[in-house]
């Protein structure tokens, strides 16, 4: 089964008639099914979280983020797609990012810009899988930014949400490609001295979250650019632990210094600026642990900012 099941009702509130008066619920699935939008897909699953220890929660995370993204004023160029949910059943977590990959496939080669909801962060294996086999890679370096805490580079038997990265490193490998991995928001403390090892002998350029204050948002902006200008496609992953923990607690790890919110929105919005942008994935939402929706709403947010971006509308 390839098709994703259509799970989620957009609802929300109405003002009346005009573009005026638009929002996200509006804008969903009103253009024709082929027309290049922004397409929503969601992959429901922990089963990657549960596989690296952490705490479960994330299979709710799509509808939590569609419900909190509803809401939110929509300008009238933005046209939005939800292509459904791809859910992991019976804990068979590699059929799911098979399925996955073959979604996001679909939606690349039908012109989207596909944004997936997780889902832990082992959604990002298969989010790959699905740009390496679109023809918008085409033998194309793909480069792979990552916003979060952790390299998310364990060597493992089994794939969990730690190993995904890892994975792509050794596909590439074996395709006969480099590895163009590049991490903004890195924990000292959350990674082990191996873990920085295995970055340092794969090439991987990074920032610490430390690095990464609202007074060096000019370094993180060219640390940035220098990472777009190496490669030919961007896959954009938003793992939202880079975040505090007080901005972002519904997350599986929750974040004890973490990379400020307007710093995280400049860098989305300068890489939606990109024509390099292929594919984006947010993930790590735990609705569980969600207090008063903070971290649905920032994730919804930055989705928001990458969308509209994307379509062309810019504020004065």
């Keep these: 089964m390839t098709n994703p099941t259509i799970q989620h009702t957009w609802t929300g509130r109405d003002d009346g008639p005009g573009h005026e008066h638009r929002r996200w619920h509006h804008a969903v699935n009103t253009a024709q099914a082929g027309t290049p939008g922004i397409a929503i897909l969601g992959f429901r699953s922990d089963e990657g979280v549960r596989r690296n220890k952490g705490r479960v929660g994330a299979v709710d995370g799509p509808a939590s983020i569609r419900s909190a993204l509803a809401p939110m004023a929509a300008p009238a160029e933005l046209l939005v797609h939800d292509l459904g949910d791809t859910t992991v059943v019976d804990g068979n977590l590699e059929d799911g990012q098979e399925r996955l990959g073959a979604v996001v496939r679909q939606a690349l080669d039908a012109g989207h810009l596909p944004v997936i909801l997780g889902g832990g962060h082992e959604t990002a294996f298969g989010t790959y899988t699905g740009l390496r086999a679109s023809q918008v890679t085409d033998e194309r370096r793909i480069g792979i930014i990552n916003l979060d805490a952790h390299f998310d580079l364990r060597a493992e038997e089994i794939p969990s949400s730690g190993t995904p990265f890892r994975q792509v490193a050794e596909t590439e490998r074996a395709l ?13 403390p959350g990674n082990t001295e191996a873990l920085f090892q295995t970055a340092r002998d794969l090439g991987v350029k990074y920032l610490l979250d430390e690095e990464c204050t609202e007074s060096k948002t000019e370094q993180v902006r060219q640390f ?26 519904g997350v599986s790890a929750p974040a004890s210094y973490g990379v400020p919110l307007s710093v995280v929105l400049e860098v989305c919005r300068q890489l939606a600026r990109s024509p390099k942008l292929a594919v984006v994935d947010v993930v790590e939402l735990n609705p569980r642990f969600d207090v008063d929706s903070r971290t649905a709403r920032t994730a919804s947010r930055l989705i928001h900012t990458i969308a509209t971006e994307r379509s062309g509308h810019r504020h004065a």
Excluded at 177 to 184: D, E, K, L, Q, R
């Design 176 to 188: 006969g490609h480099g590895f163009n991995y590049t991490v903004v928001g890195i924990s000292q």
């Design 224 to 249: 940035t650019q220098d990472f777009i200008d190496s490669v030919d496609v961007v896959y954009l992953t938003i793992d939202l632990d880079v975040l505090p923990a007080y901005v972002a607690p």
